[in-house]
């Protein structure tokens, strides 16, 4: 799959289907033209996870509602999938409103993904989890993964990491750890977070 991101990074970018490929930034064009996409609209979550595919069935919101690590939450609602979604989401938390954002993704099954800091009010644990689901999930689709986290991308194909505007490096996590000294940097840093925690 060739897929032209000029919006947002300059050079053509070709990720073969069941890659993936990590950034740390999305421009306010391509975020506009997106947004519909991963916004959380009022009505229900059913209706929600719906906005891009409205043939979908329950069986198939709640499959992935389970990859999205939403699938407890929603059983947990008296209303399930009919249960009311505020504009915005803003009566879930964040991590339940990423996890419906990604459920709906999921849905549309498209042949790029692109996670723009998905994971970022997840806890480690659900993140993994989520991680994990989502990498069998989308094995024939290209991934592209916007994060800060080093723990989200770590995995991933092929992984950009920019500073202050500029591409600082590009590589496997492996490699990144011994030519990068940002990612490395960010990398220790987060370690030693984690561990402190």
Same mark, same amino acid.
């Given at each position: ?17 069941? +890659? ?6 999305? !421009?306010? @064009?391509?975020?506009?033209?997106? $947004? =519909?996409?991963?916004? #959380? ?51 879930? +938390? ?6 419906? !954002?990604? @459920?709906?993704?999921?849905?549309? $099954? =498209?042949?790029?993904? #692109? ?83």
């Amino acid at each position: 799959m060739r897929v032209d991101m000029a919006a947002f990074l300059r050079p053509t970018l070709t990720l073969p289907p069941g +890659s993936s490929t990590s950034a740390a930034w999305m !421009s306010a @064009a391509m975020e506009d033209r997106l $947004k =519909p996409y991963w916004s #959380i609209c009022s009505g229900t979550i059913a209706s929600t996870l719906r906005y891009s595919n409205e043939n979908a069935s329950e069986k198939e919101l709640m499959h992935a509602a389970d990859v999205a690590q939403a699938g407890d939450f929603i059983r947990s609602l008296p209303d399930g999938l009919n249960a009311y979604v505020a504009q915005g989401g803003t009566n879930f +938390s964040g991590g339940q409103k990423q996890r419906l !954002s990604i @459920a709906k993704a999921l849905v549309k $099954k =498209p042949e790029l993904y #692109i996670f723009d800091d998905s994971f970022s009010a997840l806890d480690f644990k659900p993140d993994a989890a989520l991680r994990k689901a989502l990498a069998k999930e989308t094995k024939g689709s290209a991934v592209l993964i916007i994060a800060q986290r080093v723990s989200t991308i770590r995995h991933a194909n092929q992984i950009i990491v920019l500073h202050e505007g500029r591409m600082a490096g590009i590589g496997i996590h492996d490699e990144l750890l011994t030519d990068c000294p940002v990612y490395r940097e960010i990398y220790e840093s987060q370690t030693k977070e984690a561990q402190e925690s």
